[in-house]
């Protein structure tokens, strides 16, 4: 079956530390990979994609993101958090024949100062 | 830009009453999406179309249907609405043989009473 997990479902870093979100995921076909951010209120904005070729891709707001094929993760990382990164963050995966985009249930991220 | 609008941010309807969501894509997108967003479940796609008067039951269907007449815009209805129907919903769009991205509206925050 197709699915995302994000095995974290609450986080809470201090401002100024590294941060990493986990996704992982089972896709029959080869997976399109996004993560998109959610501000208090608002729609989902991407983050960065991930299609083909270097495993390491760049996103806004100084986020990156590596595509593992051996361990169906696609990891979420910030070397130095902001206290405006507090959100929830979603992973997603798309690809074949359907135009569709398979969520995980969000990881909601807190910045203590 | 790509700019995706929904009609309301914020609706409080009575239970029984017949409610629309509306959402304009502006980008000539020829796939829409209905999501209902609920914490802790992540993103449910509720209906998507990819075409005009075309359209396909996502994962939770029940109690909603949908209209598109004109290719920029997509419509939610909830026929008879009920309490457990009070929810975010969120809109999307994206373009066929892209790169899956799909680019999201604000959201509508519905309380039905």
């Known amino acids: 079956a197709q699915s995302v997990t994000q095995p974290d479902i609450h986080i809470t870093v201090s401002e100024g530390a590294s941060l990493e979100l986990r996704c992982n995921y089972s896709y029959g076909a080869t997976p399109y990979l996004f993560w998109y951010v959610q501000s208090p209120g608002q729609g989902l904005q991407l983050l960065l994609k991930?299609?083909?070729?270097?495993?390491l891709v760049q996103g806004i707001k100084g986020f990156e993101a590596e595509f593992k094929r051996s361990q169906s993760s696609f990891n979420l990382r910030k070397p130095s958090v902001h206290w405006s990164d507090a959100a929830e963050y979603f992973c997603?995966?798309?690809?074949?024949?359907?135009?569709?985009?398979?969520f995980g249930t969000g990881t909601l991220l807190a910045v203590q100062p | 830009d790509v700019k995706v609008t929904q009609s309301s941010r914020y609706l409080v309807k009575r239970t029984g009453e017949k409610v629309f969501l509306e959402c304009v894509q502006d980008?000539?997108?020829?796939?829409m999406f209905w999501y209902r967003q609920d914490p802790g479940l992540g993103l449910r796609l509720i209906y998507f179309?990819?075409?005009?008067?075309?359209?396909e039951k996502g994962d939770i269907p029940e109690g909603y249907s949908v209209s598109r007449e004109k290719k920029e815009r997509f419509s939610l209805i909830l026929e008879s609405a009920s309490t457990n129907q009070t929810s975010m919903y969120l809109c999307?769009?994206?373009?066929?043989?892209?790169?899956?991205?799909?680019?999201f509206g604000p959201g509508t925050r519905l309380t039905v009473t």
């Open positions: 991930y299609f083909s070729g270097d495993t």
């Open positions: 999307a769009s994206s373009w066929t043989g892209g790169s899956y991205e799909q680019y």
């Open positions: 980008m000539d997108h020829e796939n």
């Open positions: 179309s990819y075409d005009v008067k075309m359209k």
């Open positions: 997603a995966v798309g690809g074949g024949a359907t135009n569709k985009l398979i």
